[in-house]
């Protein structure tokens, strides 16, 4: 999904209170009805529609998966690559520490102001601040940025303190790289009030006011680019999963977006409801993975890591618990991602060889009882996870491993902890295992990479990537400065296969992101680059 930070924001989130006001905008139409939806969201936007969101500023957790729709950033990440955005062109120097960008012309804020390398300077100053200690939990760059310069009206320097590959990419995020109106900030950089009544924003939406209970957006009429097919959309805010199938199912939203929010149980039923159409990514955004504490003496045994992996059946899972909805994973991070088409062997199952090098480690099962041991000890493998509602199938996806390696003679043990339990055993080194999630897009896979390293800690439960080799996190860090891309995929290359051929991580599945609807007013939706977000001005209506 995410990252340990991530993790953290959402534990501290309160659910939100509603707040009324009265509608701004009139939504006027000519020539047919006003086309309007209404969508769900777990938390509401009392503090605001700031689009960086960290525990200093507020809680503001719910503009995260919607914020594309009022805000844009320099360059956008599609299919792979980063394609133009706020920005038509840049260009990097030969030493990767300058990137002057070239500007779109004639581009306006909601609010009525230009956009010009003026405010990109003054969002790029501000942006540091208001991260604060978190300046490196939302990618590197923020942290790396060390002046920015206009060099006219519509182009910009940005010169970095070292170069870094992954600064593009980095410049896709909407928190924190979303650009906002000058007006958004007080004289001293901090958010001014004016972003808890207004989305300041340049993209195709901004909002409205409140309307029959929920948060009401309609058309930006200072948008720069193709005219959206929805005039009016409308967020209701609804926690439980199982009040969104309720509220589809009764007309009240008509949208659900989000593995998050819809569990593959629920997503296999309304595909076979017509009234409602399914669509799966094609974008692999998530890995779901298991992972060793490397530490551990058990665990240091390469046997016992090849083992566990060859034990479980990926293909049985994916079919049978995900409804063939995630795919069976080979490596940590799925080859659509920049740099990771790496030549990756498949991991067989394969209970033979899995018995077969337990042996050769000299487990065995002396008692009889199905499980092997050595020296009095039983191959016993403690595993932590987030267990509960909104981790889809975790629980059921770790009884089935469980029943895997019990063929072969490990048991697993399971640990259920609830999200604050999970990150208090990590940060502990807690655990035998961690089953968990790569971060994801827009994260992946610098931020994924960047993780293996010893030092900095982190993420404990991804350390244990290059752990095997003395210079492991040298490897990383001459990949975070290389600026020749042949060099960047032979490192890459590098990295992935080693981490494969160690077995340093247990891959299960690839996880792409779902989408139900009512086909009664929506004809079709197209997944945003970061298919994690709704994208209102995607969906095609009737």
């Known amino acids: 999904m995410k990252k340990l930070l991530v993790l953290l924001i959402a534990i501290i989130m309160v659910l939100s209170i509603v707040t009324g006001c009265g509608s701004k905008t009139q939504v006027n139409k000519t020539n047919g009805d006003v086309k309007e939806i209404t969508i769900s969201n777990d938390w509401g936007f009392e503090e605001g529609f700031m689009p960086i969101s960290t525990p200093e500023i507020s809680s503001n957790y719910g503009i995260l998966y919607l914020a594309n729709n009022f805000y844009e950033t320099l360059v956008n990440y599609e299919n792979g690559e980063v394609v133009p955005g706020l920005a038509e062109d ?47 939990g939302f990618g590197m760059s923020a942290a790396l940025i060390e002046e920015v310069t206009v060099v006219d009206e519509y182009t910009i320097d940005i010169r970095l303190s070292i170069p870094y590959y992954g600064f593009l990419q980095d410049m896709t995020f909407l928190n924190p790289m979303a650009m906002v109106s000058p007006n958004a900030y007080n004289e001293d950089g901090t958010y001014s009030d004016a972003t808890k009544a207004e989305t300041l924003g340049t993209g195709p939406y901004m909002y409205d006011g409140n309307s029959d209970g929920s948060y009401r957006f309609v058309k930006n009429p200072s948008y720069h680019g193709e005219e959206p097919e929805v005039d009016v959309f409308n967020i209701k805010i609804i926690p439980t999963n199982e009040a969104k199938y309720l509220a589809l199912r009764s007309g009240e939203i008509d949208m659900i977006l989000g593995k998050e929010n ?59 618990l995900f409804y063939g909805i995630e795919s069976p994973a080979s490596s940590i991070l799925h080859s659509s991602l920049p740099y990771c088409n790496v030549d990756i062997e498949e991991i067989p199952y394969d209970v033979e060889t899995a018995k077969q090098l337990l042996k050769e480690s000299n487990w065995i099962d002396s008692d009889g009882d199905g499980i092997r041991d050595k020296d009095g000890k039983k191959l016993e493998i403690k595993v932590s996870y987030i267990s509960g509602a909104g981790v889809a199938k975790m629980d059921d996806l770790l009884l089935a491993i469980q029943t895997y390696t019990r063929e072969v003679g490990i048991d697993i043990v399971l640990e259920p902890r609830d999200m604050m339990g999970f990150i208090n055993d990590l940060m502990a080194m807690n655990f035998d295992m961690v089953c968990k999630t790569t971060n994801g897009l827009p994260y992946d896979p610098m931020s994924s990479i960047n993780n293996i390293r010893k030092d900095p ?86």
């Not at 039923?269 to 955004?285: A, C, L, P």
């Not at 982190?458 to 290389?482: Q, R, T, W």
């Not at 690839?510 to 001005?537: C, H, R, W």
């Open 457 to 542: 800690l982190m993420d404990p439960g991804a350390v244990n990537g290059l752990a095997h080799l003395e210079n492991g996190d040298e490897i990383i860090n001459n990949l975070m400065i290389m600026t020749n891309t042949e060099d960047i995929q032979s490192q890459f290359d590098l990295i992935l296969t080693e981490i494969s051929s160690n077995y340093s991580f247990i891959p299960i599945s690839y996880m792409s992101e779902l989408v139900v609807f009512d086909t009664e007013k929506i004809q079709d939706y197209s997944f945003y680059g970061f298919p994690t977000n709704i994208s209102i001005a995607d969906i095609d209506m009737k």
């Open 262 to 320: 819809i569990s593959h149980d629920v997503f296999n039923e309304f595909s076979k409801n017509k009234k409602y159409k399914t669509k799966i990514s094609d974008q692999v955004f998530q890995t779901r993975y298991m992972s060793f504490n490397y530490t551990s003496e058990l665990l240091k045994d390469i046997n016992i890591r090849k083992a566990l992996s060859m034990s479980i059946d990926r293909k049985s899972i994916c079919d049978n």
């Open 90 to 136: 840049w260009e990097v120097s030969e030493d990767g520490m300058k990137y002057t960008f070239k500007l779109k012309e004639g581009v306006k804020f909601s609010d009525g102001e230009d956009f010009n390398a003026d405010v990109v300077k003054l969002n790029l100053e501000n942006i540091p601040a208001l991260l604060g200690r978190y300046i490196s």
